[in-house]
């Protein structure tokens, strides 16, 4: 039993830490500006690390996890339309999924409408899910919590 444990803690620590090198990689900020009466940008900007890319959030077919987004729902605001995403779009073959794919690299832009129902201070919680590639390797794909503040 003491050997079953042990191996249960090892896999996991071994995943843990290969999840957590995703994360490593891209760093995200979040920022919210006033574009009207009671609607916000929210920018969500990763900025990927060494020679990593990140995938779009249509990333082309089967294979690399796309990055996409999950927002906590809230009485005091509505998203409005989805997540658009600007920076420097790659679209390129890659032997490993066998076609064409869709990715960035150093930067992207990620950002959600968000209309606030009063004139009110509240967060934009949720959490980005995404995977990082170079030509060597992928890493697992990583979760990372999302809290902007927004209205005020």
Request: glycine share 8%; charged share 20%; hydrophobic share 40%.
């Amino acid at each position: 039993m003491k050997k079953v444990l042990l191996f249960a803690a090892l896999i996991t620590g071994v995943f843990s830490a290969a999840i957590a090198q995703s994360s490593k990689q891209v760093t995200w900020v979040y920022s919210a500006r006033k574009i009207a009466d009671k609607t916000y940008e929210v920018h969500m900007t990763a900025t990927i690390g060494g020679d990593y890319h990140m995938y779009a959030q249509d990333a082309g077919g089967d294979g690399p996890v796309a990055t996409s987004f999950e927002f906590v729902k809230s009485p005091l605001f509505i998203l409005d339309g989805n997540v658009k995403e600007s920076g420097k779009l790659i679209k390129k073959f890659e032997s490993a999924w066998n076609h064409d794919v869709k990715y960035y690299e150093k930067t992207v832009d990620f950002v959600q409408v968000v209309k606030l129902k009063g004139n009110l201070k509240t967060n934009l919680a949720g959490k980005v899910s995404f995977m990082v590639c170079n030509d060597r390797q992928c890493l697992p794909p990583a979760d990372v919590d999302i809290k902007v503040n927004v209205g005020g």
